[in-house]
């Protein structure tokens, strides 16, 4: 089928070059001692009122059928990509209303719409090209809108949000390559669906004009004797068939090409060098300071609270844990300080300062600048989270280009440090995310945050996915990091004996609460949540019972559509009383640096001896 599609394109592209050179003067020559002949030797398909041969005017007539399809798919095409597309990084009322005029567009059939647009706009090509343009930009609208969507969920495209990139250049940069391949498939078919109609409105005089002719008009004019001579108006109508499958057969070939295409090879980048820039803790010594933050997000249900009153702070060269259960909010939590939740989301709090300056007080675009240039994520998913479409060199550089003002070279010379810095060689600049394995994935999203020296790293998960020794190597490098550039890292995982390695402190979360904050050196041997016990209780060890089962946390987490009044960890716990049903605890202080949201604290277990359960209080 390849051969075949190519040979068709071949065809149709020679008698659109060669065609008027070819038979543009038999075309246009009138003959009236042959005026309407049948088909002969000299005129395999007979001539016309004048005499020209039909022949000839239908091969001279390939380049404008050719032409003007192609121009009204692409206008339309553009058009209708770029206003579907955009649904990705607008807002979310714009969303709706672009939504809203996409559907309303797609209420009214594209034929009727060209043929009423063609009368408005005045019969003759460029009102026709026009009119089918603009029919056709609803389809392509909703083709956009459909794929963009699925991107504007991705990683990649979140991280790009926290660079603060304008949304003309997330759209250029980040959606449209995404989307691009479905794309040049469906306006390939496009095309030949182009040519079929505008032929119809020459064929209706709406198009083309004398002494002007396209395959639609000789269709026309060969109609007047079609039951006498049938080939004068078959051979136009041929071409059309001809072209139409010729679009048809393309898209089909290239949509079995993509599917069956592999990665390519990689290239070496360009020589490169250093660059430096920076953030500052605030005034106090905090990087990043949180108070009485809260997460609503709107259901069909109801209003969920998946973020209920956490508070925290972090200061410079500080790693600390967030821990929980799935569900818990920990993701949640990092989203709201980055400013990356739905639109949904609703957001409140008491004080969120990073680096000094609160971001309730900026503009949006002060904000956007303050954090894109403050703080990196670094996801759970490093292959979601870079940009398939895009080298690792584009990726890298993007955030200094917006918004430090540099220049390429320069921009390239940090990424190459950037990439050293995390133990890779910069001759990975040239390649693509698919080249790469999963711990070189993950070291590119810690050295894209690294290029704009941000004061806060949120690292989410950034361990959950690897194996065990690449695991070790990241978390090796989050602590050299934090040694070298002074950076609070915000670490968020499950794994508690993780944590407890890594962290300098520890904050566990539990149902969009903080339940517990204390030293990591203190999580094995003194946490005094039941909740944290219990999950410090549920990692193995090496002097663990084997022919025991390895102990579980009983229960479910509770409904967030229906909070109960008392502490949300009652119904699980095996210490509960009465009071815990009825009034939920405030995270207080048992000492300096040890807060507990708790109304009876277990007692510290003596020489690590975990603690037999207490039976709750029948009465």
Known sequence: MTWV??????????????????????ADRPDPSAVLRGPSRLHPFGTDNLGRDVL??????TRPSLLLALAATLIGAVAGVLL???????????????AALINLLLAFPALLVALFLAVVFGAGAGGAVLALAVAGVPGFARLAQTLAAAVAGTDHLAAARV????????????????????????????????????????????????PDYDWGQLLNQGL??????????????????????????????????????????????????????????ADNGLVVQVEDLSVELPTPDGVIRPVRGVSLSLRPGEIVGLVGE?????????????????????????????????????????????????????????????????????????????HRGAGRAQALRSASDALRTVDLPPALLRARPHQLSGGQRQRVMIASG???????????????????????????LLCDLRRDTSAAILFISHDVALVHELCDRVLVMYAGTVVESLPADRLAATARHPYTRALVESVPDLTADRDRPLPTVAGAPPDPLAPAPGCPFEPRCRYRHDRCAQEAPLL????????????????VPAARVRAEPVEADPS
Not at 367 to 378: C, F, I, P, S, Y
Request: with cysteine; proline share 8%.
């Open 5 to 26: 599609a190519a040979a068709m394109v071949a065809s149709l592209l020679v008698l659109a070059l060669a065609g008027p050179l070819l038979w543009g003067a038999a």
């Open 56 to 61: 000839a005017r239908v091969l001279a007539a």
């Open 84 to 98: 579907g597309a955009s649904g990705a990084v607008v807002g979310p009322r714009a969303r709706r209303r672009l």
């Open 163 to 210: 660079l603060g990139l304008r949304r003309l250049r997330l759209l250029r940069r980040h959606v449209l390559p995404n989307i691009a391949e479905p794309l040049l498939l469906g306006t390939t078919t496009a095309a030949g669906t182009a040519l079929i109609a505008l032929s119809g409105l020459s064929f209706l005089g709406l198009g083309v004009q004398p």
């Open 224 to 281: 007047d004797r079609i039951y006498v001579q049938p080939l004068p108006a078959l051979a136009p109508g041929l071409a059309i068939l001809y072209a139409a499958l010729t679009f048809q057969l393309l898209g089909e070939v290239l949509a079995g090409g993509a599917a069956r295409r592999g990665p390519s090879p990689r290239t070496s980048p360009q020589p490169i060098g250093p660059s430096t820039s920076g953030n500052g803790p």
């Open 326 to 402: 799935s569900g818990s909010g920990k993701s949640l939590t990092a989203l709201a300080i980055a400013d990356l939740l739905p639109d949904r989301a609703r957001v409140s709090r008491r004080t969120l300062r990073l680096l000094g300056a609160d971001l309730a007080a900026m503009t949006p675009k002060q904000r956007e600048h303050h954090l894109a240039t403050g703080v990196a994520m670094v996801f759970q998913n490093p292959a979601s989270a870079l940009n398939p479409s895009l080298r690792i060199a584009t990726q890298l550089t993007e955030t200094v280009r917006t």
């Open 450 to 476: 690294l290029m704009v020296r941000p004061g806060l790293i949120i690292a989410d998960e950034p361990t959950t996915a690897l194996d065990v020794t690449v695991q070790r190597q990241i978390t090796g």
């Open 588 to 603: 207080d202080g048992l000492d300096a640096v040890h807060r507990v949201a708790c109304w009876y604290p277990l007692p």
